[in-house]
């Protein structure tokens, strides 16, 4: 069983609407992130989460929101999409004490089409 | 502002042949920097990672020259295969304001041809 897991898998949506994507690992990790990956741009830290109270804005955190239900589970949500947010999003968790220092271990994606 | 730069975007190169990805980074509080490897549906994973203190690391076909003093990293991928036709990033982890974070290149295609 994968260790990270994203859901969808795939999205399309139209303007202005609200979506979540969702994230759940099964590795114990207290951290975790969400990235969108662009061609060219490579992988962009939206936001972050140090463990279950600590949530933290990345690099391109405008027009998306976080949850961190549980230290399982972290949810982002986009609360009125526009083209420009289609992209492939990644979410990845990440032990601090671990080695090689603070790997990070993906999920699969989703794929998001903003129309 | 990129704070990890990445060269080339992409790259082409003959079964056997060396492959070469350079990195470059301004912040000094970076002080450790991994590579992360990409197949096309997939999630990027952790394929080789060096210190500072050290100027080389190899794992198998794969190899990290790192230049403090510069501050340009790359990675050598000898012998290249079909299979190891993918996107690799560089990163970079350090203080960059709100804890310790992954710092990631642009990432560069990598295609290895028969």
């Known amino acids: 069983d994968a260790d990270v897991t994203q859901t969808p898998r795939n999205r399309i949506t139209k303007t202005g609407k609200r979506i979540m994507l969702e994230c759940s690992q099964t590795k114990g990790h207290d951290r975790m992130y969400w990235y969108r990956q662009d061609p060219g741009l490579g992988l962009r830290l939206i936001y972050y989460s140090f463990d279950v109270k600590d949530i933290n804005k990345g690099e391109i955190s405008d027009g998306y929101s976080v949850s961190r239900q549980a230290q399982a589970k972290f949810s982002l949500s986009l609360e009125s999409a526009i083209p420009n947010q289609t992209a492939l999003y990644f979410c990845?968790?990440?032990?601090?004490?671990?080695?090689?220092?603070?790997?990070?271990?993906f999920g699969p994606g989703t794929r998001l089409t903003v129309l | 502002q990129q704070q990890v730069k990445q060269s080339p975007q992409s790259l082409i190169v003959q079964k056997g042949g060396i492959s070469i990805i350079n990195c470059a980074y301004e912040n000094t509080a970076f002080d450790y920097f991994p590579w992360y490897q990409q197949f096309p549906g997939k999630g990027p994973a952790l394929l080789i990672a060096i210190r500072p203190d050290v100027s080389e690391k190899k794992e198998g076909r794969f190899t990290i020259s790192f230049n403090k003093s510069a501050k340009q990293f790359s990675l050598h991928i000898m012998d290249s295969q079909p299979g190891d036709s993918a996107t690799y990033f560089c990163?970079?982890?350090?203080?960059?304001?709100?804890?310790?974070?992954?710092?990631f290149g642009t990432g560069t295609q990598l295609k290895v041809e028969l």
């Open positions: 990845a968790t990440s032990d601090p004490t671990g080695y090689p220092r603070d790997e990070q271990f």
């Open positions: 990163a970079a982890i350090g203080y960059t304001g709100g804890g310790n974070k992954l710092t």
